[in-house]
C-alpha cells in the first residue's frame, strides 16, 4: 500500500470575519475515498469551515493541506483547481442561466475532463439530462440542489465540500441523493466532507461524524458507534 | 432633416460605442472608470500620429486597440487592481490618472489641437443629397463592435464566464474560473474598445488633449439612464442621451441642448435607478 | 475621550499660521490669504466625503455660487436690491444661495430611492459640467468673461466702513474665519450628529434600520457643506476681487478633491492642510515644472487614493495616535 496524503488535511486553522475568531485551531482530516460529516449546531462553525478551505473567508493561521499541496494564501479558483468542488448553502446556482451553462460553468475553469466523464455524473441525476436547456432559476430546491452537485462532481474534484444540502428539501430526496453521491464516492475515490444538521443524511453517507463546537472538533465517531447510540451526536445538537 | 437623422444616428452610436467599453468593465469588475475619456483620446493620438508618422489610416485604426489593450492591462496591474475592495475609490484612482494621461499628453505632444485624416473623404449621394461616406463608416464600425461586444458575451466560452462572474463572482471563483486574468481582460478589452472609438472618431474631432471629457460624461450618463445590469442597456441610453441632444440642440443651440440632456440624465438616474430597461442597482 | 496628538494637529497648524505674517513678505501672505479659502471649501468637502461617504465631484458649484452670490450683492447688482452692498449681505446670501441650491438639489436626490455612491458621485459631476456652462452663457453674470471690480472685504457696520486692503488685516481676518469654521465643523463632527454621518458612511441600511432619518441627515450634513463652502467662495472673490466661470466649475471641483484625497479626508484639518500645501507648492513648482507639475500631481493623487487612503496628513496624525497609545500602553 502506497502511502497518499489525506484529501483535505486541516491544522491548526483560526479564521474568521473582519478578524473575529469563528475557527479557533480546528483540526481535521479526510482521506481520499473517505466520506466524514460535521455537524454542529448554528453558529459553531460548520459554513466558516467550508469557506475557509475554498478560501472564501480569511485564514489568519493554521495550515490547510489538499492532497499533500498547501493551499495559503491561495485564491479561490487556484484551490479550485487542486481538485477541490464546493456546493454552498444555499446553493449559489446561476439562476439565469441553463442547465447546460451551469455545468459547463462547472468544467470551464479545469482542464478538460476525461471524455464520458461528464456523462457519468449526469446519469446520476437523470433529471438534469431532461431539462438541459431549462433555466436553473425554474428548478425546485431538489432540483437545484441535484445540479449544483452535478455542477461541483462534473470537474472531476477530489473533494467535495457540501453544506447543508439537505436544506429545504423533501426527505425522499435528500435519501436518494445521499444513496448515490455515497455510491460514486466509493467507485471514484472522491472524498467527501458533508456540514448537515440532517442526521439521517450523514448516517446514509458518511463513515464518520466529526463534532463542531466552538470553532473546534469536540469529537469524531465512526459511524457505527453513531449508530448504536445516536445520542453520542444529538445531545450536541440539542438548544 | 434626413442628415439631421443621421447625425444624429452617428451621434447615438458613437456615445453607444464609448460607453460599451465603460459598461464591461463596470458591469464585470464594479469598476468606474473615469479614465476611459483619455483612452479615447490615446486612440485618436495614436491614429494622428501613426498617420504623421506616415502609416496608413487603416494601420492607425489597428493600432489603437491594441495599444491601448497594452495600456489597459498595465493601469489594471498598477491601480485598478489595488482598490477594487473600495468601490469609491476606484472611481477617484482613474479620475487622477485621466488628468496624469492628459497631462503626459500635452507634455509630450503640446496642448494645441492635431488633426487627423480620414481613409477617404468622399461623399454618397443618399435620397439625391451628399452625405460624407466616412461618417457612415463610423456608424459601420460602431454597430460592428456592438454586435461583436454582444456575440461575444453571448456566444462564447468567455462571455459564459464572464456572465457567470458578473452573477456571482464568489461562486464562479469557487468553480475554478480564474477571475484575476478575467479581471485583466476585461479592462483590456474596455480599454481596446475606448482606443478603437478615439482612432475612429479622430478624422471626424479636434484632436486635442481635452477631447475625452466631451464623451466621457454623456457616455456614463447613456449607462446609467439605460441601467448597467444589461447590454442593452447601453443601446437604449445612448438613444435616450444621444437623440435628444441632437434635437434639442437643432431646435436651440448645443448649449442648450448639454443643460438639458444632462439635467433629464440626472431625473431619469433618480427615478430609475435600475435603468430604463433595469437589471441590477449598483452602489 | 482620551488625549490623543492628533487633537493637539488642529490649534497648532492654526497657531503656526498666525506667525506666517513674521516671515512672509506681503504678496506671499497674500497668497496665502486665499488657500486660506480653499481649505474652507476643502473642509466642507471633507465634512460629507470623509464623514458622510458622499463623494462630490460638483463641491465648486457651491464655491462659486458663494462667490457669485458675494459678488453680485456687494457689486450693488441684484435687482430690486442694488442699495444693499455691504460684506455682512453679501456673505450672508453667499451662504444661503448654495445652501438653498444644495437642499434642493439633496431633497431630490437623497430620499425615496436616492442615488447613492458612484450614482451621487456622476450626478454631482454632470451638474458641475452643466452649471459651469450656464455661467459661460449667462450674460447677467458676465458670461465667460465674469464680473470685475468685486469691492474688498468690509469689516464695518452701520455706516462705519473698516475695508480689508492691507495684506495683514487681510490675512488676520481669513484665518479668523477659517479658524472658526473649523471650529464649528469640528464640533459637528464630533456631535451625535457625526457620528449618525460616519454610520451613514458604514452602511446606510443598518443606520436606517435603527431608526436614524439617514435621508434627512445627509441633506443637513450635504446643505451645512454648500454654505460653508459658499462662505469660502464669498471670502475669494471678495479679495481677489474678480469671479469667472472657472470658479464654479468642474475642474475646481476636482482640485478641491484631489487636496482632500491628499490631506486626507478623516479629518477636517488633515483636509484643510491638503488644501494649502498642494496650492503651495504649486504656487512654488508649477513653473519650474510647467505642465509637468499636474501629471505629479495627478500620479500623487493617485498613489494617495491607492496607498494612502487617509491621505498624506491622515495617515501622519493616525500613526502619531499609534506611538502614543501604544507609548502609554507599554509605559
Not at chain 2, 16 to 45: D, K, T
Not at chain 2, 90 to 119: C, D, E, H, M, N
Amino acid at each position: 500500500m502506497t502511502l497518499r496524503p489525506p484529501a483535505l488535511a486541516i491544522e491548526g486553522l483560526v479564521a474568521g470575519y473582519g478578524g473575529s475568531r469563528v475557527l479557533d485551531g480546528l483540526d481535521l482530516a479526510v482521506a481520499a475515498g473517505e466520506v466524514v460529516g460535521l455537524m454542529g449546531r448554528n453558529g459553531m462553525g460548520k459554513s466558516t469551515l467550508m469557506r475557509a478551505v475554498m478560501g472564501v473567508v480569511p485564514r489568519t493561521a493554521g495550515r490547510v493541506t489538499v492532497a499533500g499541496r498547501d493551499t495559503a494564501g491561495l485564491a479561490p479558483f487556484t484551490i479550485a483547481r487542486f481538485g477541490v468542488a464546493f456546493v454552498p448553502q444555499g446553493r449559489d446556482l446561476f439562476a439565469d442561466f441553463t442547465v447546460m451553462e451551469n455545468l459547463e460553468l462547472g468544467v470551464l475553469g479545469h482542464e478538460r475532463p476525461r471524455p464520458g466523464f461528464a456523462d457519468a455524473v449526469l446519469a446520476l441525476f437523470p433529471i438534469l439530462k431532461e431539462r438541459i436547456g431549462q433555466k436553473a432559476g425554474t428548478f425546485s430546491g431538489g432540483q437545484q440542489q441535484q445540479l449544483a452537485i452535478a455542477r461541483a462532481l462534473i470537474s472531476r474534484p477530489r473533494l467535495l465540500l457540501l453544506d447543508e444540502p439537505s436544506e429545504g428539501i423533501q426527505p425522499s430526496i435528500v435519501a436518494e441523493i445521499a444513496g448515490r453521491l455515497a455510491a460514486f464516492a466509493t467507485e471514484t475515490g472522491l472524498a467527501i466532507l458533508i456540514a448537515e444538521q440532517n442526521l439521517d443524511m450523514v448516517m446514509r453517507m458518511a463513515g464518520r461524524c466529526a463534532m463542531i463546537e466552538n470553532g473546534g472538533i469536540t469529537a469524531d465517531h465512526p459511524i457505527a458507534a453513531v449508530r448504536a447510540a445516536p445520542d453520542l451526536v444529538t445531545r450536541h445538537l440539542a438548544l | 432633416m434626413l442628415f439631421a437623422a443621421l447625425d444624429g444616428l452617428n451621434y447615438v452610436l458613437v456615445i453607444a460605442l464609448v460607453a460599451m467599453g465603460l459598461v464591461v468593465v463596470f458591469g464585470l469588475m464594479n469598476v468606474i472608470n473615469m479614465a476611459h475619456g483619455e483612452l479615447f483620446l490615446l486612440g485618436a493620438y495614436t491614429l494622428s500620429i501613426t498617420e504623421m508618422l506616415g502609416g496608413s489610416f487603416w494601420l492607425g485604426l489597428i493600432l489603437a486597440p491594441l495599444l491601448l489593450a497594452l495600456v489597459g492591462l498595465a493601469i489594471e496591474e498598477l491601480v485598478v487592481r489595488h482598490v477594487y475592495h473600495r468601490f469609491l475609490d476606484t472611481i477617484l484612482a482613474t479620475w487622477g490618472l485621466s488628468i496624469a494621461i492628459k497631462q503626459a499628453v500635452v507634455l509630450a505632444f503640446g496642448p494645441q489641437s492635431r488633426t487627423a485624416s480620414p481613409p477617404f473623404d468622399f461623399a454618397v449621394e443618399i435620397f439625391g443629397a451628399p452625405y460624407p461616406a466616412y461618417r457612415l463608416f463610423v456608424m459601420a464600425v460602431s454597430v460592428a463592435v456592438i454586435a461583436g461586444t454582444f456575440l461575444l458575451f453571448f456566444r462564447t466560452r468567455f462571455g459564459l464566464t464572464a456572465r457567470a462572474v458578473i452573477a456571482n463572482r464568489r461562486m464562479a471563483s469557487c468553480l475554478g474560473i480564474d477571475t484575476r486574468r478575467l479581471d485583466r481582460l476585461t479592462f483590456a478589452f474596455g480599454a481596446a474598445l475606448a482606443g478603437l472609438a478615439g482612432a475612429v472618431m479622430a478624422p471626424l474631432m479636434s484632436v486635442d488633449p481635452q477631447m475625452g471629457l466631451g464623451f466621457l460624461v454623456p457616455a456614463f450618463l447613456a449607462i446609467l439612464v439605460g441601467g448597467t445590469g444589461h447590454l442593452a442597456g447601453v443601446l437604449a441610453g445612448s438613444v435616450l442621451v444621444g437623440g435628444t441632444d441632437t434635437v434639442i440642440a437643432r431646435l436651440w443651440s448645443p448649449v442648450v441642448a448639454q443643460i438639458v440632456v444632462f439635467t433629464l440624465a440626472i431625473v431619469v438616474i433618480r427615478l430609475f435607478p435600475r435603468g430604463v430597461v433595469g437589471g441590477r442597482e449598483r452602489r | 475621550m482620551s488625549l490623543r496628538p492628533s487633537m493637539l494637529a488642529g490649534p497648532l497648524v492654526f497657531a503656526a499660521l498666525a506667525l506666517a505674517p513674521l516671515v512672509l513678505d506681503d504678496w506671499r501672505l497674500g497668497e496665502l490669504s486665499q488657500f486660506l479659502a480653499y481649505g474652507i471649501l476643502a473642509m466642507s468637502l471633507a465634512l460629507i466625503w470623509g464623514q458622510a461617504g458622499l463623494l462630490c465631484f460638483g463641491q465648486a458649484v457651491f464655491f462659486g455660487l458663494g462667490a457669485y452670490a458675494m459678488s453680485l450683492v456687494t457689486l450693488g447688482m441684484v435687482p430690486g436690491l442694488s442699495s444693499v452692498t455691504s460684506t455682512w449681505a453679501g456673505l450672508a446670501a453667499a451662504m444661503v444661495v448654495p445652501a438653498v441650491a444644495a437642499n434642493v438639489v439633496g431633497r431630490f436626490l437623497f430620499y425615496g430611492r436616492g442615488l447613492r455612491g458612484a450614482y451621487f458621485g456622476i450626478a454631482t459631476l454632470a451638474i458641475a459640467v452643466v452649471v459651469e456652462r450656464l455661467f459661460i452663457n449667462w450674460g447677467f453674470v458676465g458670461g465667460l468673461n465674469g464680473l470685475m471690480n468685486v469691492p474688498p472685504l468690509d469689516l464695518g457696520l452701520a455706516g462705519w466702513s473698516f475695508e480689508l486692503w492691507e495684506p495683514v488685516p487681510l490675512y488676520a481676518a481669513m484665518l479668523a474665519a477659517a479658524a472658526l469654521v473649523w471650529l464649528g465643523l469640528e464640533a459637528v463632527v464630533r456631535s451625535p450628529f457625526g457620528s449618525v454621518l460616519r454610520a451613514i458612511a458604514g452602511s446606510e441600511e443598518r443606520t436606517a434600520a435603527f431608526g436614524y432619518d439617514t435621508a434627512g441627515t445627509k441633506l443637513s450634513a450635504f446643505t451645512l457643506s454648500a454654505a460653508v463652502a459658499g462662505f469660502a467662495g464669498a471670502l475669494f472673490s471678495a479679495q481677489f476681487a474678480f469671479v469667472s466661470p472657472p470658479l464654479i466649475g468642474f475642474a475646481l471641483s476636482t482640485e478641491a478633491l484631489i487636496w482632500v484625497a491628499v490631506g486626507g479626508r478623516g479629518a477636517l484639518i488633515a483636509a484643510f492642510l491638503g488644501a494649502i500645501l498642494v496650492k503651495s507648492a504649486e504656487a512654488r513648482l508649477s513653473e519650474a515644472l510647467g505642465a509637468s507639475w499636474l501629471l505629479a500631481l495627478g500620479l500623487l493623487f493617485v498613489a494617495c487614493v491607492v496607498l494612502l487612503p487617509r491621505g498624506v496628513v491622515g495617515e501622519l496624525l493616525a500613526r502619531l495616535d499609534g506611538w502614543w497609545g501604544r507609548g502609554r500602553k507599554d509605559g
